[in-house]
């Protein structure tokens, strides 16, 4: 279907936090893929299906062991995990270290998790800038969105990328709730001299976030992360949508369940 790719530039706005949301409230079946270089970070944040934590042994690193001798998207379900609510996921790295091996990689997973038939995978690159391979996975992306907040060190950094980039990208800007609106409107008039595709938002939401994590009890159907997401969910699924242009020779992806992978809706009402 689509390879969505999440990412920011310098600073930590909230890439990983971001992808599970849209992954979690997704309106089509979704594949979650961490592809951070220096590591990934779901493996300490959430629990698996079964409560326990995600094997770090089976994800990008046991994927990486096998694509030596090529990949093909019906291979990446072999090495994904789910998380508590029934999200898949691509476990990613340990730590950088592992990717000074993997460095032929990531055009290669990009290229296999663009053709994967039977869900969209957003695809959790973390920084840009730190490891160049990554631009080999953003170049097979179908989209590439950049994360941002509505500081002036934030948006500085967020123009430079921009300026480097050679595709059009969306943004989304990580909004305190009491400035939502003015933030993003800020945003679009600083970036407008860009090729930009659109400009959106999500909302910076500690309580969400931890909702999301399980650490605390709570309705995150309500919280205004879960809220916001599904309304960025909607978007940038749409977005891709309209862009896409079918493969002719690519298997058709039916509507309703699937038999394996099941889709995920962990929060859904």
């Not at 930590?12 to 089509?28: D, E, I």
């Not at 979650?32 to 409560?51: F, I, K, T, V």
């Not at 995600?54 to 994904?80: F, K, M």
Request: aromatic share 4%.
């Amino acid at each position: 279907m689509a390879l969505i790719a999440l990412a920011a530039d310098k600073g930590s706005p909230g890439v990983t936090t971001a992808a599970t949301a849209l992954g979690a409230v997704w309106p089509h079946p979704v594949l979650l893929a961490e592809c951070d270089p220096s590591g990934g970070d779901l493996a300490y944040r959430l629990p698996a299906l079964d409560g326990g934590v995600l094997n770090p042994g089976r994800g990008l690193l046991s994927l990486g062991a096998v694509a030596r001798r090529g990949l093909s998207a019906d291979q990446i379900y072999e090495h994904t995990q789910k998380l508590v609510g029934g999200l898949d996921v691509l476990a990613g790295l340990a730590n950088g270290e592992q990717a000074a091996g993997l460095t032929w990689l990531w055009g290669m997973l990009g290229r296999s998790l663009a053709a994967l038939p039977e869900a969209d995978v957003l695809a959790d690159c973390g920084r840009l800038g730190l490891h160049p391979q990554t631009n080999d996975l953003l170049a097979a992306a179908d989209a590439v969105v950049l994360f941002t907040r509505a500081s002036l060190d934030h948006v500085a950094h967020l123009r430079e990328r921009l300026t480097l980039l050679d595709r059009r990208v969306g943004v989304v800007v990580i909004a305190e709730p009491r400035s939502y609106r003015a933030s993003i409107d800020e945003v679009r008039r600083i970036v407008s001299g860009w090729d930009v595709s659109f400009v959106a938002g999500l909302a910076y939401d500690p309580k969400g976030a931890d909702l999301l994590s399980g650490q605390w009890g709570g309705r995150l159907d309500r919280s205004l992360l879960i809220r916001t997401a599904r309304e960025l969910a909607e978007r940038l699924a749409s977005h891709v949508a309209a862009n896409v242009v079918p493969d002719p020779g690519a298997p058709i992806a039916y509507p309703g369940p699937r038999p394996s992978p099941e889709p995920s809706s962990g929060v859904r009402p």
